[in-house]
């Protein structure tokens, strides 16, 4: 993986970009996280795809650009990322807040997309309740108490069958809150709670779509997810039936599967999940 730093027209991005292909997959991380927390997960695609995975800006190493980062103009800047990397089209895999980025490049620049994929996230805007916590979040973080999100949400964002296996990642993750810039964090949670509806624009356009959920999502209530879903018809929908908010972690190789399948075949359940490295297209005789 050759990590470097780029300008995006005016703003400095910390990207890494890896593996060959016809076909680019650009990894774009959740909230409080960085493009490190994709690096498990990376080797599992790039035998087949070409990968870019990005600090979105202000989180990681990225700059901070203002005291508001909408997810359009975090859009605008993955816009820049992939004229300066010479890339015309790409797969976007959102990840959480990474997804909210993701539809918001999608309403604006769909000419540059090959699909969109939302892994354990949402079309949906936050209701009055979430975009309350998030204010809460804000006031913590203002308050020099940004612990208290270190304390809960990494590891809220794994099923409790998952936390035991997986602490490693989840010590990693605490981390990540404990180096992420106060501003960054403060940026990026009012640019979620600004955030419009994107249903209908999913709707309506012409770039192939894959939701990818998880069964013990934290964060995303199956309910809600279901419901979502139902109302998007067009989209392909793959269900982690072991995964909560982290599915790309917990179930590595069925997610990568997935996306694999979507991005080479247009068919989400074209590969087999136990073997995502090598790709190989299922048989009448493997099972999903």
């Not at 020099?144 to 964002?157: I, M």
């Not at 990642?169 to 419009?196: C, F, K, P, S, W």
């Amino acid at each position: 993986m050759k990590e470097k730093f780029i300008m995006a027209g005016d703003t400095a991005l910390h990207v890494a970009d890896s593996g060959r292909g016809e076909r680019c997959v650009v990894l774009v991380h959740g909230y409080l996280e960085s493009m490190y927390v994709w690096d498990d997960f990376v080797p599992l695609l790039t035998p087949h795809v070409r990968v870019v995975t990005v600090d979105v800006p202000g989180h990681g190493v990225s700059q901070v650009l203002g005291e508001v980062h909408t997810m359009e103009m975090m859009a605008d800047v993955l816009h820049g990322m992939l004229d300066a990397l010479g890339i015309g089209r790409a797969t976007f895999v959102g990840h959480s807040m990474g997804g909210y980025i993701s539809l918001a490049f999608c309403a604006k620049y769909p000419e540059r997309m090959d699909g969109l994929v939302l892994l354990s996230s949402s079309p949906c805007p936050d209701d009055e309740t979430k975009r309350e916590n998030r204010r809460r979040e804000i006031a913590l973080v203002r308050a020099g108490k940004k612990d208290v999100l270190a304390h809960v949400a990494p590891e809220t964002g794994f099923a409790v069958q998952n936390r035991e296996r997986l602490k490693d990642y989840i010590e990693d993750l605490v981390e990540q809150v404990h180096v992420t810039e106060d501003e960054g964090i403060v940026a990026l949670l009012g640019g979620m709670i600004a955030r419009v509806d994107q249903n209908a624009m999913l709707r309506v356009s012409r770039v192939p779509q894959l939701f990818i959920l998880g069964r013990h999502d934290n964060y995303i209530p199956v309910e809600a997810a279901e419901r979502f879903v139902a109302d998007n018809p067009q989209a392909q929908v793959v269900w982690l039936e072991a995964s909560g908010h982290m599915g790309f972690i917990e179930e590595p190789e069925r997610c990568a599967a997935a996306i694999l399948g979507f991005v080479l075949r247009g068919d989400a359940h074209a590969f087999d999940g136990s073997a995502a490295g090598n790709a190989a297209p299922k048989t009448d005789l493997q099972t999903d």
